[in-house]
């Protein structure tokens, strides 16, 4: 699904203007396309409002269940909905439409439904905002069948996953991260230049080690490649893109250049996007393999609000480095 | 309202009605049957609530769309969905409306506008709601009605999706089944006011209680319903106060007595729909043989759809994953177990 | 019952440590001091007070992320309260909650749940609680007009009503969920109106006048206290300040400058009261000695936040559980 672009221009565009220029490239180009969220305006949205009027661009009260389930069932009835939830933590209050209701239409239904959705919710973390709003929730929803999960770490990426995501035809969940709002790139101007779901994508090439990066620790993985550059090792970083689904092949591929890897990944280590690569890889790469695989990830602990005791859970650069040189 | 203002059903709709009304009840009392015997696991019979049901879905357009419940079966009989698939669907096979995925909870007949029928209490609240967004953002003229139970007007789900209706003037009808009990809770007993339709005025709505036992009257509320919401004038809640003869499930043992056996006997002997509907009939001058007929032809239906239903073939496992995404990507998505 | 003269005295001071805290703290966060995102009760100060002075101190309360004026208006202990938004070892939350969790359980705080219409449930329950254990306790729980289309709502108020639970479900309206008015995200503007559908009382009250507020709050307790069940108050209130302090609105303003002059001119709750005091035999000089006292008060907070330490890394896993098992996951 990943075309070259008609015209060679880009941009330079941040990660959060990636994220309104996608939406609004897609609603202009389709319709169908509605927004449904809380104080669109506020975060984000405001620059829609100039092209659009509240026919598309719903701003709902606070009944996360509800209005989430209100853009299903639009998406069931000739709509293509982008729900967005705001801050990550609050997707739980939807989380019973998401799994229960959008993951599950078409199949309980023998194919007689889809459902043409987008939910977007973005994380915030290591901003002293505490526990109830620091949530990184991707691998809560990797295992539920029927969801395809993407996060996006760069400006480029961000646009076309988003649409993607839109143009998809199946409920997408898409992961942002709020400490990438500011990241800027060059990016396509083209209306129809897309990111495809379910490929990884390989941000560095290396040969000694693959660092497989999830979400926002993508710049924390490449300044260890390049830390460990300076010492002569040779990092692959890829960067995954989507959770669901996992582009094996690309892991493969590089597991089988290097035999190592290190898996970034913020989320809290129990049940962590990091454990599920790690599985895969080891059953499906256990002959390639010459050293144990490690994660590094936040441990399992509530997230304190003091920045001194917050501050040090989140993977960083060192931890990276020093995860890589424990498996040299 | 008068009698005279209310809506009123033609003769070929009294009829339709009446069918439907035999379909749902004839269906009902077989499937009890059929799983009693073993041929497929448990139910959630509609039996008792046919008039709320059929009266409500004569008053929506083919083009309409419905919610529903896991009291399922109904809602696509009411609708006016073909039997045999839904009789496929019961007993698993690929042949069955949702190809033997969705089963007994799930009878969605997307074909006759029903987008989900519900297992989580309350989950289809929301979903009707969105399709009446969707009708408003396309400017189109359909509505959509949600069915659900006494137990759902508890769910969060209700309050969120009535408020959500009531400021955008949705195109949205909440149909209360309100049969009494949730499972044997009574609505005394988790209701904090017991009348369900008091509860849209909170949320800037109309509300209306009626019947649920009388078909005429179902009809009518609805169709003055539906025309509101048509011409733009936003959603109505309605509660239909009607009842279950069976349990809330096929087989459910509930230890304790939770409504008496007399209770039960005066709904089963006075209180049944298809009985008042078809001494109505009979008033209007309806013949006696023009009815028979209705029913001999539903008994038929019913003994066909079984047929079909035991002679389809079962899913072939190895389309598992066969309707998982419109789109797949890396398909299959795993090794088969 | 109006409030006799020393609860007057009380609930000015009390009024006055809300407002000198919160404009203290929002100083501190502009200048770094405190992170994270700070909601402060500025214009809300007599809707929380009349209502917390209607409870005993034994009585239980839930709030939310504007979460400064309810343990200060329960009377809390400013100290860890102001050591808390620095994070500090000492503050009420072990410098684990912060700015939007400023549960003082002593003073009968169970949350300030930051998820809004998280805390309605929660009050509920702590009523079932009271009621099940058989004590005289009640819960008054605080939510902004935001958390009333949560289906928390609904759901709570409906089991509270069915089982006569001795909670007081207290809405600080303050007219916009953000910059969300109610016009746009309400069925129907009233939201006492909503209680008959539950089968409660519901009552309006001027939240800028302090005895107005404790009158219906007392009231709305002495029923609960005879078992007789909930009831939805709904205060008009105001914020002067944005949602959170430096939040940007892009775009149309949502409200008038002229709207909130007119708030902040005439209709501040704590001028209002004082004046109100002066007309019931207390002198400028009696007011005076409290608002220094207050002052004193803030600044002894901040300086006791300020010499606190930062919690050790090492205590990062304390807490989690009452009872852990195995030792924590590195």
């Avoid at chain 1, 898409?174 to 101007?189: A, G, I, N, Q, R």
């Avoid at chain 1, 996007?273 to 080891?282: G, H, I, L, P």
């Avoid at chain 2, 203002?5 to 009294?14: G, I, K, V, W």
């Avoid at chain 2, 083919?62 to 669907?89: F, N, Q, V």
Wanted: charged share 20%; net charge negative; hydrophobic share 40%.
């Amino acid at each position: 699904m990943s075309s070259p672009p008609k015209s060679a221009t880009v941009r330079e565009l941040t990660y959060l203007n990636a994220i309104v220029e996608a939406q609004r490239e897609e609603m202009l180009r389709d319709e169908r396309v509605i927004l449904i969220g809380e104080n669109i305006d506020i975060y984000g949205g405001s620059a829609l409002f100039d092209t659009f009027d509240e026919r598309r661009l719903r701003n709902v009260p606070i009944s996360e269940n509800s209005f989430t389930g209100m853009g299903i069932g639009a998406a069931l009835t000739g709509l293509r909905p982008i729900v967005d939830l705001t801050i990550a933590s609050f997707v739980y209050l939807a989380a019973d439409q998401i799994i229960n209701q959008a993951a599950k239409l078409r199949y309980m239904t023998g194919g007689q439904l889809s459902v043409p959705i987008v939910f977007r919710a973005c994380t915030y973390y290591n901003i002293c905002n505490a526990a109830q709003h620091s949530d990184r929730p991707y691998p809560f929803f990797m295992n539920v069948p029927g969801l395809k999960i993407v996060a996006p770490a760069t400006p480029a990426d961000m646009k076309g996953l988003l649409k993607a995501a839109v143009r998809d035809d199946d409920p997408v969940l898409v992961f942002e991260d709020m400490s990438l709002w500011t990241k800027k790139e060059p990016v396509s101007t083209d209306p129809d230049f897309l990111v495809p779901i379910g490929k990884a994508d390989v941000k560095r090439g290396g040969r000694d080690v693959t660092i497989v990066s999830i979400a926002g620790c993508l710049p924390k993985a490449l300044a260890a490649a390049d830390v460990l550059q300076g010492e002569g090792i040779s990092a692959e970083v890829i960067d995954l893109r989507t959770l669901v689904p996992l582009d094996t092949e690309t892991l493969l591929e590089s597991l089988g250049k290097t035999g190592r890897v290190v898996i970034v990944d913020n989320s809290h280590r129990t049940g962590s996007v990091a454990s599920e690569v790690s599985a895969v890889m080891s059953e499906e790469g256990f002959e390639i393999l010459r050293a144990p695989i490690r994660r590094v990830t936040t441990p399992a602990v509530q997230i304190p609000y003091s920045a001194a005791l917050e501050k040090p859970l989140y993977p960083s650069t060192e931890r990276i480095v020093a995860a890589v040189k424990s498996i040299l | 309202m008068t009698p005279s203002q209310a809506p009123q059903l033609t003769r070929e709709l009294s009829l339709q009605a009446y069918r439907r009304m035999v379909r749902i009840r004839r269906f009902e009392e077989e499937a009890m049957r059929r799983a009693m015997a073993g041929e497929f696991s448990g139910m959630h019979s509609s039996s008792g609530q046919e008039a709320a049901i059929v009266g409500a879905c004569l008053a929506l357009r083919d083009d309409d769309y419905i919610t529903g419940t896991h009291r399922s079966h109904g809602h696509p009989i009411g609708k006016g969905a073909d039997l045999k698939p839904l009789m496929a669907e019961l007993y698993g096979k690929a042949t069955g409306i949702c190809k033997g995925r969705g089963g007994s909870m799930h009878l969605a007949d997307r074909k006759v506008g029903i987008i989900g029928e519900s297992a989580i209490v309350g989950g289809g609240i929301p979903l009707a709601t969105g399709a009446a967004l969707s009708i408003q953002v396309r400017g189109t003229d359909q509505v959509s009605l949600c069915f659900f139970g006494d137990g759902a007007a508890n769910q969060g789900t209700f309050g969120e999706s009535l408020n959500l209706a009531a400021i955008w003037k949705l195109p949205v009808i909440f149909f209360c089944e309100n049969n009494l009990y949730a499972i044997s809770t009574p609505v005394a007993k988790s209701h904090g006011q017991p009348d369900i339709a008091l509860r849209a005025a909170g949320f800037g709505l109309p509300g209306v209680i009626v019947d649920g036992q009388d078909l005429a009257e179902v009809y009518a509320a609805t169709a003055v319903a539906v025309g509101r919401a048509r011409k733009g004038g936003g959603p109505t809640l309605i509660e239909a106060k009607t009842y279950r003869f069976e349990e809330h499930c096929l087989g459910l043992q509930v230890p304790i007595a939770y409504r008496t056996p007399q209770e039960l006997e005066r709904y089963k002997s006075q209180r049944d729909p298809l009985v008042l509907y078809r001494k109505e009939m009979l008033g209007r001058g309806i013949a006696e043989v023009e009815i028979g007929g209705i029913e001999r032809d539903v008994a038929a239906e019913v003994a066909d759809a079984v047929t079909f239903a035991r002679q389809s073939p079962l899913p072939d496992p190895d389309e598992v994953y066969d309707y998982l995404f419109s789109n797949p990507i890396h398909y299959p998505p795993e090794p088969a177990p | 019952m109006a409030l006799s003269q020393a609860l007057k005295s009380e609930a000015y001071r009390r009024m006055l440590r809300i407002r000198r805290f919160e404009e203290e703290g929002t100083r501190l966060f502009k200048e770094g001091a405190i992170p994270g995102a700070y909601h402060a009760s500025i214009g809300q100060e007599a809707a929380i007070v009349g209502a917390c002075l209607a409870l005993n101190d034994d009585d239980a309360m839930t709030g939310t992320h504007r979460s400064h004026g309810h343990p200060i208006g329960k009377g809390a202990d400013l100290k860890p309260l102001m050591a808390e938004l620095m994070g500090k070892a000492t503050g009420i939350c072990k410098g684990r909650g912060g700015t939007m969790h400023l549960a003082d359980n002593s003073v009968g705080i169970v949350s300030e749940s930051a998820i809004v219409g998280g805390g309605i449930p929660l009050a509920t329950g702590v009523a079932l609680s009271a009621k099940v254990r058989k004590t005289q306790q009640v819960c008054l729980c605080f939510f902004g007009d935001g958390a009333v289309n949560q289906g928390t709502f609904h759901e709570s108020l409906n089991m509270g009503a069915l089982w006569r639970l001795p909670v007081i479900y207290f809405c600080e309206n303050n007219g916009y969920a953000i910059t969300t008015s109610l016009a746009g995200s309400h069925g129907q503007p009233s939201i006492a109106a909503r209680a008959q559908a539950y089968g409660m009382p519901g009552t309006v009250v001027d939240g800028q006048d302090l005895s107005a507020v404790y009158e219906v709050t007392r009231e709305a307790v002495a029923r609960a206290r005879r078992a007789e069940g909930p009831t939805l108050i709904e205060a008009k209130t105001y914020r002067y300040d944005e949602h959170n302090v430096g939040l940007l609105i892009p775009g149309k303003p949502y409200r008038s400058p002229q709207e909130v002059e007119e708030y902040r001119t005439r209709r501040d709750p704590i001028a209002l009261y004082r004046q109100r005091l002066l007309a019931q035999g207390f002198t400028d000089a009696d007011l005076t000695a409290i608002e220094q006292e207050v002052a004193g008060a803030v600044s002894d907070a901040i300086r006791f936040a300020q010499e606190s330490p930062l919690p050790a890394p090492e205590t990062l896993f304390d807490y989690m559980y009452s009872n852990p098992i195995g030792t924590p996951g590195k």
